[in-house]
C-alpha cells in the first residue's frame, strides 16, 4: 500500500513541477516571441488556464487587482502551485 501512494504521490509531484514550469514558460514567452502565432505559447496557455480560471474569477468576484497592469491571478496561481509542490512531500 505505501508503493503505490508514493507512485501516486511522485505522479502528482511530477505533475505539479511540469505545471509550474509550463507556467514559467508562458510568461517568458510573451516578452520574447510574438505569441500571436506561437504553437509553444498556445500549448502553455491550454495547459495552465485551468489552473487559472478559478483565480481570476475569485479575483473578479472581489474585485481584487481589477485595475492593475500586472496579471495578478496568475502570479497567484504560480504561487499556489509552487506551494503546492513543495508542501506535498510533507504530506
Known amino acids: ?9 511522485k505522479v502528482v509531484e511530477i505533475f505539479l513541477s511540469l505545471m509550474s514550469f509550463a507556467m514559467l514558460m508562458r510568461v517568458l514567452l510573451q516578452f520574447f ?20 480560471i478559478p483565480f481570476r474569477l475569485l479575483f473578479a468576484k472581489f474585485n481584487i487587482a481589477e485595475n492593475s497592469p500586472l496579471d495578478v ?12 509542490t513543495m508542501f506535498l512531500p510533507i504530506i
Open 1 to 9: 500500500m505505501e508503493t503505490v501512494l508514493y507512485i501516486i504521490a
Open 73 to 84: 491571478p496568475f502570479m497567484v496561481a504560480y504561487l499556489a502551485l509552487t506551494g503546492l
Open 33 to 52: 516571441v510574438d505569441i500571436t502565432e506561437n504553437k509553444l505559447y498556445s500549448l502553455c496557455v491550454v495547459l495552465t488556464e485551468p489552473i487559472v
